[in-house]
């Protein structure tokens, strides 16, 4: 079992940055890809990011160019979000995979409880 904990969300004007953290409970270097995805209200949920390995991330259309995903410590992964827009609002979730290589082994089958991202135009 793997808990995660999101922090970092914050009301931002648009054009400003936030960096969001996602603390998990064990190790998730090389054990486990990482994903941020975003809900707002009466919105489908958005797969923001994802980190595969060290060298291998996704980003979603909206958001490349001004989101970087990543891990710098053994069980924290990052969302760095610059030039930010007002569709940016939403509830940033943290989620894991099992992974292995690089690869998915499972689902994203983790979730943290999310933390709030907002930005005013």
């Known amino acids: 079992q793997v808990q995660l904990v999101e922090s970092g969300g914050d009301s931002v004007q648009a054009g400003g940055s936030l960096r969001l953290s996602c603390v998990a409970s064990v190790n998730t270097n090389g054990r486990y890809c990482m994903r941020w995805v975003r809900q707002a209200p009466g919105k489908e949920r958005e797969e923001v990011a994802t980190i595969y390995s060290s060298s291998n991330s996704t980003y979603a259309d909206s958001v490349k160019g001004r989101f970087t995903i990543s891990q710098r410590n053994a069980n924290t992964v990052y969302l760095q979000m610059n030039s930010l827009k007002a569709e940016d609002t939403a509830m940033y979730y943290c989620?894991?995979?099992?992974?292995?290589?690089?690869?998915?082994?499972?689902?994203?089958?983790?979730w943290g409880r999310g933390t709030q991202v907002t930005v005013s135009a």
């Open positions: 989620a894991a995979a099992h992974c292995s290589g690089g690869v998915m082994r499972s689902g994203f089958i983790y």
